[in-house]
């Protein structure tokens, strides 16, 4: 039985990838949904899978977050991982898409949920944009704030694994994984022909430039990608390793713990569903004194 994928709107629900990858389940947020109503949709899914690990974009709006933290209030469960993700809403996407692919395999919830944090590292994830003015993701110095209100300005801006941010047609793109990777990329529209406005960037300079051994395209842009970018104007992209057995043996050869306080496996230093932070063993203390409450 996989253990069930969430995110928080459709347009973060890719087409699956290689191997047989599960849907994911969309959380509505509370203009759109009674509590009532996400409460028993939720109560559905784990009775169904047993474990629920959601991934949200970390702009997405308080309401919703609030939200979303309500219900596994309601439900009492320890059962679901809420992950607030440090990536555009694309790359979001592509995380959630990772982790659909491995919830078919034996690995525990706990270890699964973890592993949205050590996958992050390994997307890298930027845009083209027409304009920084309004972007508050990488350091922007004056001179691009002010190039952004000229005529055909363009940018590639790359947030994940590093910042970086170069003005098109003057300067290299940055440097790109050294893994195989495959191409997700969003746009609003078709792009521009004009040299000026820096053409199709993404597709014929950075993806060669990469070496990517795919590209796949997907619309429309995220909704929430206007916010996280300052812009609507923009074609994002993300590049993930796509083989589920190459993510399967990264996640499965990282040393796993158990969490003294939810009990779980975990990988890295914070258990994915209670948040509990891992701690060195000379930090640890003894389990009855851990669990002052046990009898």
């Known amino acids: 039985m996989p253990i069930a994928i969430a995110v928080t709107s459709p347009d973060l629900v890719l087409p699956p990838g290689d191997g047989p990858t599960p849907a ?5 947020g509370p203009d759109d949904q009674p509590l009532d109503t996400a ?3 939720t109560a559905i899914l784990l009775d169904q899978c047993g474990y629920l690990v959601v991934l949200y974009p970390d702009a997405l709006p308080a309401p919703y977050v609030r939200r979303l933290h309500t219900v596994r209030t309601v439900l009492e469960s320890e059962r679901i991982a809420l992950l607030p993700i440090a990536l555009p809403p694309l790359a979001v996407a592509v995380l959630a898409r990772q982790l659909r692919q491995l919830s078919v395999s034996d690995l525990s919830p706990g270890v699964l949920a973890c592993a949205a944090r050590l996958l992050a590292h390994y997307i890298y994830a930027g845009a083209q944009l027409a304009s920084v003015a309004r972007l508050d993701r990488v350091p922007v110095s004056l001179a691009p704030h002010l190039r952004s209100l000229l005529p055909g300005a363009a940018f590639g801006v790359l947030v994940s694994p590093a910042p970086c941010l170069i003005r098109l047609g003057k300067a ?3 440097g790109g994984p050294a893994f195989p ?8 529209k078709p792009p ?22 795919g590209v796949q395209e997907v619309c429309p842009l995220p909704e929430d990608s206007g916010r996280w970018w300052g812009t609507r104007r923009a074609v994002e992209f993300a590049a993930a390793i796509p083989d589920p057995s190459i993510l399967y043996h990264l996640v499965a050869s990282v040393r796993r713990e158990r969490c003294r306080w939810c009990g779980l496996e975990l990988i890295g230093d914070r258990c994915g569903f209670c948040a509990a932070p891992h701690l060195p063993p ?3 203390l003894p389990p009855a004194a851990a669990h002052p409450l046990t009898r």
């Open 24 to 28: 994911a389940a969309v959380l509505q």
């Open 39 to 41: 409460v028993t949709q």
């Open 172 to 174: 290299r793109p940055p």
């Open 181 to 188: 990777t495959r191409l997700t990329v969003a746009r609003t």
């Open 192 to 213: 521009a022909k004009s040299r000026s406005s820096g053409g199709d960037w993404v597709l014929d300079t950075l993806a060669p430039h990469w070496r990517v051994e």
């Open 282 to 284: 000379e930090h640890q």
